[in-house]
Structures are given as structure tokens and as C-alpha cells.
């Protein structure tokens, strides 16, 4: 069974850099044909696809949130990261990092964490 943590900061001040890593346990990110997505849902509002890691090592990001989001991994650690510049409250949402066999697809999700963006 595999099973996704996020981790990082409740609060994040307007214009930082909101960092999350999800750990992953009972697979390994290099698996292959699977993606790693990060996936956040703000207050009242639907799920939003922000980017993935595909199990190769390439990188895909939303349109939307490209120019201010990055996605990394570690191996050793079977981990990956997000990370968003210049958050504004609009960026507060329950954020989830999940898997899948492709990028809106998913068998598995972690439990998500709440991140408010406030001063």
C-alpha cells in the first residue's frame, strides 16, 4: 500500500515561499510510469491540479502556476517538493500531493495540509 505525507508550514506570509514536501512510503517515486502531482483545493472551491513529477524525472506544470512553481525530488529520501513564489491569501487551500498512471489520475492521495497565506 502506498502511502503519501505532505509536510511544511501552516502559515506563510504574503509574497514568501510556500514550501511542502511529500514523503512517500510503500513505493518509490522512480516506479515506473507514475505521476506525483500536487493538487490544492482553496476554501469553496474545486481541486486544482498545480504540477507533477513524472517517475522519470521530467516535470509538468499547470499553465496558470508555471512561472511561479517548482517541483523537485529526492531520491534517497523517496521525496518530492513544491514550492511557490510571491503567495498572495488567494494561494490558502488545503494542498495535496497524490499519485496516479497519468497527470489527472489518481490511486492515491496523502491527507493534505491546510496553508493560509497571512501577515
Known amino acids: 500500500q502506498v502511502q503519501l505525507q505532505e509536510s511544511g508550514p501552516g502559515v506563510v506570509k504574503p509574497s514568501q515561499t510556500l514550501s511542502l514536501t511529500c514523503t512517500v512510503s510503500?513505493?518509490?517515486?522512480?516506479?515506473?510510469?507514475?505521476?506525483w502531482s500536487w493538487i490544492r483545493q482553496p476554501p469553496g472551491k474545486g481541486l486544482e491540479w498545480m504540477g507533477a513529477?513524472?517517475?522519470?524525472?521530467?516535470?509538468y506544470y499547470s499553465p496558470s502556476l508555471k512561472s511561479r512553481t517548482s517541483i523537485s525530488r529526492d531520491i534517497s529520501k523517496n521525496q518530492f517538493t513544491l514550492q511557490l513564489s510571491s503567495v498572495t491569501p488567494e494561494d490558502t487551500a488545503v494542498y495535496y500531493c497524490?499519485?496516479?498512471?497519468?497527470?489527472?489520475?489518481?490511486?492515491?492521495w496523502g491527507q493534505g495540509t491546510q496553508v493560509t497565506v497571512s501577515s
Open positions: 510503500g513505493g518509490s517515486i522512480t516506479t515506473n510510469n507514475y505521476y
Open positions: 497524490a499519485r496516479g498512471p497519468w497527470i489527472a489520475e489518481y490511486d492515491f
Open positions: 513529477l513524472f517517475y522519470s524525472g521530467r516535470f
